[in-house]
């Protein structure tokens, strides 16, 4: 109907371009954290050095091999056992795994050529009669390159120091030295036998679509391969899974919030919009149309302008879905699967559901248009109830939100948090409103003026600053947010994180260690006790891996644990509840032995503060109860530990000491040192892990990035619609103005004090609510420390204000360009 | 130009574009009109009556010709420069009264004061609310007035200057008869008080007879009554 002519005289318009931008956000989004999701995984396989391994404790199905090589799928094979290898009188347990020519899929071997001596990166396997073999096992069996080895029945010669495995993961201390051997000369071994204890891993790799394809399949046929567990990245490291897994709650936050803004900015466009029709609708009620016809009229308009927008919207999505991938170059190995339709499909459907939830209410309201409006102008359609409008508006939003923010818990936390912020801005900017309203009269005109406009229109004015304030606060609060990520990246992984472990120090040798590497590194590194337990009871019941359901928790109950024990808390972690053991609280309870859990592995297992565990120590049952749970940073290199206990409590048990540090390249020496005068301690180098994390992390961050460039720009289009929605008076009164013999420094004089006094009433709510909420936020969805910046209470109201008058100036700029009669004659 | 000439329009045009191409709405209007004169435009809808006021009063531009107001050439000022004309010597009273809704009585009728860098400018304006007899009302907001009682604020409004000239247009469109009669008499009233010049434009009969003199506006041309 009047599509057209209400899209050329801008009515429309700012709905429209608020439907393109969600749903281009959308789109891009879903497209992003899709790809970001897959390179990431990708870059990720690289620990896995494939994209998806399968492991078994026996042979691999000859079907299952078949399935790949039909799904053209690369493939490699290895075996993995421990044995004894022999030099000499010396023999050591090792980790031996046996590979074939296709291993590693992704990722690289990396080997030197003299212990400790300079690492490069190696393109092929172990040639056939010769092993490659960790430092450690040089160091224990003290052997040099080119020496033999006896691993079963066979004979090898050790050629290469292996010092990066990709795959090697895992728990890193408590492996036995690497051998790394040619899978052609395993049967000559003998030691695969019937009962041996073999662990059989099949590591594939190829197109992203082609491994989901096989995952599934292989899944589906599970039952079939019972003793065949599927490994892929999420298995992976969990310092890099933290670390992904805030990137996608920021860009599911963002988009959400995004979409929630684009929404608000489209009711409030819809509102003016409804607005400037009721005398269009009076009129068709008088000429006999009626109310259901109305709505007909305006829910069609809706419907091909939402569908046409949010054509147009996808198409951008698209667009910048390429410029991502270009983004992402270098950052994958393989190249990403072309975009399928179903962003598009959703990105048109959310288009749908996001104008029919946040204009239609608006335009209902149409159809209750009196025809008497005709003849009097000032009767107006009844208003909605806010409540039903607010309905809505949430449960689209809870509609949209599990494509953005995968967690619905997420989703409603972040709603919630919009609410709340909506309130409190509203109730605040009502008290504000009111006391400014006292300093009127004590203005100069302009000023006078402008605040008028602000106090009189007090309901506009709230809404306005509703608007702006959850736009401008989001803004804030993205920007301190992602600052905050990213330095919390940034400092988790820093340039001297801790790239050495030291393991199996024994007791008797941490006061010598202690004093040499304080000697050479100048600093106290500290030791950390390690002493193995299994868990066997939780309170008076058994843990038995049948009781639960999460694999994870199957894992947990069925292996043995990393204890330690100390005196006072590390550092770096913090207390999340119960509290820490004192002297004081030591000496009122009878019972000794308290344990410090950290809170994930609590909830996994179902540990409550308070309940008494039972470890098995060296066959011997350790009682203790819980008293704390401690929030772990897993991504910072540091030594740490699920359990930690009380001094008291495990210092008679057998343990080792542990240690991180950093070591520049320079000073690899004091390696050799350590290795010669303590050949016991094993020294695990773990450089190739943090540059292929910090690597990660770069790519993560450009996404956090581009989808907060996208945020902002739906904060802005908010502002630009609560303007918008006092435009027309502001018009008006402006020509009024003229007409009366202002002249246009005065008028714009006028508008820049209400713009300014919108500013600030704005930008101070803003800041006080984005701190507000930045600090919930770290604490309980990032969990990352932070510090508020007292610059956002001057940055935001200047901001605030500046982009208000800025905004608010272009928009009136055309009207002190007409001669006042044209704008007269028209109200 | 004679000495109590206040406003000349010679040879004055206003043409738009519409759809259908140019359009002209005055063509080639010669008026003159004396201090402490009051005229009367007429004319039916859509005659042009409220361009010509529009031009008269440095509202809006002339296509062609000139408007000389108070012995200033309005063609060669810019916006500002037209405004300050108006702020010192013309009155507006419109048809929609066209009060600044979130200003008082009181506020809006000192704006113009206020506008012009006038001192006392609230005891001036309240004085003149009190003339049309909204001595009580002085800190009520437009939408808490009746049609009648906005139009009074816009006449104290509109005096508040001590114009020159006060345009009128339609002033009692808006407003019932017996209203309508009440603030016709508190304009004329207020008019001869103050000495100033009246230009109406009105469809009322009995308005344009109280004028000294009437002109029509017809096919965009102007004659004498």
Not at chain 1, 200 to 215: D, H, S
Not at chain 1, 278 to 300: E, P, S, V
Not at chain 1, 525 to 554: F, T
Request: glycine fraction near 6%; charged fraction near 20%; include cysteine.
């Amino acid at each position: 109907m009047s599509l057209k002519r209400d899209w050329t005289s801008g009515e429309l318009r700012l709905i429209g371009i608020s439907i393109i931008i969600a749903v281009a956000c959308l789109t891009s989004v879903n497209f992003f954290t899709d790809r970001v999701q897959r390179a990431t995984e990708q870059q990720a396989t690289e620990l896995l050095a494939a994209d998806l391994v399968l492991i078994s404790s026996q042979k691999i199905n000859p079907d299952v091999i078949k399935q790949a090589t039909d799904a053209k799928l690369i493939f490699s094979l290895n075996e993995s056992f421990r044995s004894v290898v022999l030099k000499d009188d010396k023999l050591e347990l090792t980790e031996v795994k046996a590979v074939d020519s296709n291993y590693p899929i992704r990722g690289h071997l990396k080997i030197s050529d003299s212990l400790f001596g300079k690492e490069r990166i190696i393109n092929s396997i172990p040639e056939s009669g010769t092993v490659w073999v960790d430092s450690r096992l040089l160091q224990v069996l003290q052997i040099e390159l080119g020496d033999f080895i006896n691993l079963g029945a066979s004979k090898l010669i050790v050629s290469k120091v292996l010092t990066y495995e990709p795959d090697r993961g895992g728990d890193l201390f408590n492996i036995a030295p690497r051998l790394l051997m040619n899978r052609n000369d395993l049967d000559a071994t003998g030691l695969i036998l019937p009962g041996s204890r073999i662990q059989y891993r099949l590591l594939l790799g190829g197109n992203a679509e082609a491994i989901t394809q096989y995952r599934e399949e292989i899944e589906k046929n599970q039952g079939d391969n019972k003793n065949l567990s599927i490994q892929s990245i999420k298995d992976a490291r969990p310092e890099l899974k933290s670390a992904i897994e805030r990137a996608e709650q920021f860009l599911g936050l963002a988009a959400l919030v995004s979409i929630a803004l684009a929404g608000l900015a489209i009711a409030m466009s819809a509102q003016r919009y409804a607005t400037r029709h009721y005398d269009n609708c009076a009129i068709m009620r008088c000429l006999g149309l009626q109310q259901k016809q109305i709505t007909k009229i305006y829910l069609y308009q809706l419907l091909i302008l939402g569908l046409l927008c949010s054509l147009i919207g996808c198409a951008f999505g698209y667009i910048a879905q390429e410029g991502l991938n270009r983004l992402l170059i270098g950052m994958t190995q393989t190249s990403l699967p072309a975009p399928s339709l179903f962003p598009l499909l959703s990105g048109i459907l959310a288009g749908l559901i996001t104008v029919m939830a946040f204009a239609l209410p608006q335009l209902i309201r149409l159809r209750t248009v009196s025809p008497l409006r005709v003849l009097r102008r000032d009767i107006t359609p009844l208003p909605l109830n806010n409540y039903v409008i607010y309905i809505i508006a949430v449960l689209a939003l809870i509609f949209l939100s599990p494509w953005q923010s995968g967690s619905i818990k997420m989703t409603m936390n972040t709603l919630l948090g919009l609410c709340i912020t909506a309130c409190v801005l509203a109730m605040t900017a009502k008290l504000m409103l009111r006391l400014l309203k006292r300093l009127q009269p004590k203005l100069k005109m302009s000023a006078r003026y402008g605040l008028a406009n602000v106090t009189r229109r007090s309901n506009q004015s709230t809404v306005q600053i509703i608007g702006i304030g959850i736009g401008i606060t989001v803004m804030i609060l993205l920007t301190l947010i992602r600052t905050d990520l990213l330095e919390n990246w940034k400092s988790r992984l820093p340039d001297n994180a801790p790239n050495y472990f030291l393991v199996n120090i024994q007791p008797n040798q941490v006061n010598d260690i202690r004093t040499l590497l304080a000697n050479s590194l100048n600093e106290n590194i500290p030791l950390y006790p390690m002493i193995r337990g299994r868990l066997i009871k939780i309170n008076d019941e058994a843990v038995n891996i049948d009781n639960y359901s999460n694999p994870r928790a199957k894992r947990l109950a069925s292996r043995e644990f990393n204890l330690s024990y100390a005196e006072i808390m590390q550092e770096d972690n913090k207390l999340t509840s119960g509290s820490w053991w004192t002297e004081d609280s030591k000496q009122s309870n009878s019972n000794n032995n308290y344990f410090s859990v950290e809170e994930g592995i609590a909830e996994t297992l179902g540990i409550n503060i308070g309940d008494e565990l039972t470890y098995s120590i060296a066959g011997q049952e350790v009682h203790g109860n819980v008293t704390n749970f401690r929030w772990v940073e897993w991504d910072s290199f540091n030594v740490n530990f699920f359990v930690v206990s009380n001094p008291e409590a495990l210092i008679p048990y057998p343990s080792t000491f542990i240690s991180s540090f950093y070591l520049p390249d320079s000073d690899r020496q004091i390696l050799i040192d350590l290795v010669k005068q303590f050949p016991s301690i094993t020294i695990i180098d773990l450089d190739a892990i943090l540059n292929q994390i910090r690597t990660i992390m770069q790519q993560v961050i450009r996404a956090v990035e581009f989808v907060f460039g996208f945020t902002l720009l739906t904060g802005l289009i908010v502002l630009f619609a609560a303007l918008q929605s006092t435009h027309d008076e502001r018009t008006n009164e402006a020509a009024l103005m003229s007409a009366l013999g202002a002249s246009r420094k005065q008028i714009i004089s006028g508008l820049v004090a209400e713009f300014l006094f919108l500013g600030l009433i704005t930008g101070i709510l803003s800041a006080v609510a984005a701190s507000i909420i930045e600090l919930v936020l770290a604490e309980f969805v990032f969990k990352i420390d932070i510090a508020i910046n007292p610059l956002i209470w001057i940055i935001a109201p200047v901001a605030c204000c500046l982009i208000i008058v800025i905004t608010g100036l272009s928009g009136t700029r055309k009207v002190l360009r007409t001669p006042p009669m044209i704008v007269l004659r028209k109200i | 130009m004679s000495q109590n000439i206040i406003v000349q329009a010679a040879a004055l045009g206003k043409q738009v574009i519409s759809p259908e191409g140019q359009l002209t709405i005055l063509k080639d209007i010669n008026l003159s009109i004396k201090q402490g004169e009051s005229l009367a435009v007429i004319g039916v809808s859509g005659s042009g009556k409220s361009t010509l006021l529009g031009l008269l009063a440095g509202l809006d531009t002339a296509t062609s010709g000139k408007v000389t107001l108070d012995g200033t050439d309005l063609s060669q000022l810019d916006e500002d420069g037209r405004a300050r004309i108006r702020a010192q010597s013309i009155g507006f009273v419109f048809q929609s009264f066209h009060l600044l809704p979130s200003l008082t009585a009181l506020e809006n009728t000192s704006l113009p004061l206020e506008l012009a860098d006038i001192d006392h400018a609230e005891q001036l304006a309240q004085q003149k609310l009190e003339e049309v007899g909204l001595a009580e009302r002085i800190h009520h907001y437009p939408n808490q007035l009746s049609g009648g009682e906005q139009q009074r604020v816009a006449i104290a409004r509109a005096f508040s200057g001590d114009p020159k000239i006060l345009f009128a247009d339609e002033p009692t469109g808006n407003l019932d008869q017996k209203t309508a009669k009440h603030i016709i008499d508190l304009l004329f009233k207020m008019n001869k008080e103050n000495g100033a010049t009246l230009v109406v434009v009105t469809h009322d009969n009995e308005i344009a007879d109280r004028c000294d003199r009437k002109v029509i506006i017809a096919g965009g041309q102007l004659t004498e009554a």
